[in-house]
Nanobody, 119 residues
Framework: QVQLVESGGGLVQPGGSLRLSCAAS????????MGWHRQAPGKQRELVAT???????NSRSSVKGRFTISRDTAKNTLYLQMNSLKPEDTAVYYC?????????????WGQGTQVTVSS
């Protein structure tokens, strides 16, 4: 069993910054692509950014130039550096990981961390 635990959310003023972390714990696993998703009240969950095991990244256009996704493969930890935050970035942010064992591939999700951008 693998657990993903997010941290780093909070309340920030417009134009401010936050850094989210997502730590994977468990045993006998290998992580492939990881990603951050978000869900605002009354809206569907949307993909924010992804990063492959070899470091290739992709992000939605609305966060390009403001958000940076990265990972520490040795520590099984995913990060999202969010700068120039806007009120429309307010949402619960979830991390996601493809987890491989010797026989299976499973998508795991964290419990989410709230990000609120407001003055």
């Amino acid at each position: 069993q693998v657990q993903l635990v997010e941290s780093g959310g909070g309340l920030v003023q417009p134009g401010g910054s936050l850094r989210l972390s997502c730590a994977a714990s468990g045993s006998s696993f290998r992580i492939g692509t990881m990603g951050w998703h978000r869900q605002a009240p009354g809206k569907q969950r949307e993909l924010v950014a992804t990063i492959t095991r070899d470091g290739s990244t992709n992000s939605r256009s609305s966060v390009k130039g403001r958000f940076t996704i990265s990972r520490d493969t040795a520590k099984n930890t995913l990060y999202l550096q969010m700068n120039s935050l806007k009120p429309e970035d307010t949402a619960v942010y979830y991390c996601n990981a493809e987890v491989f064992t010797t026989t299976t591939m499973t998508d795991y999700w964290g419990q989410g961390t709230q990000v609120t951008v407001s003055s």
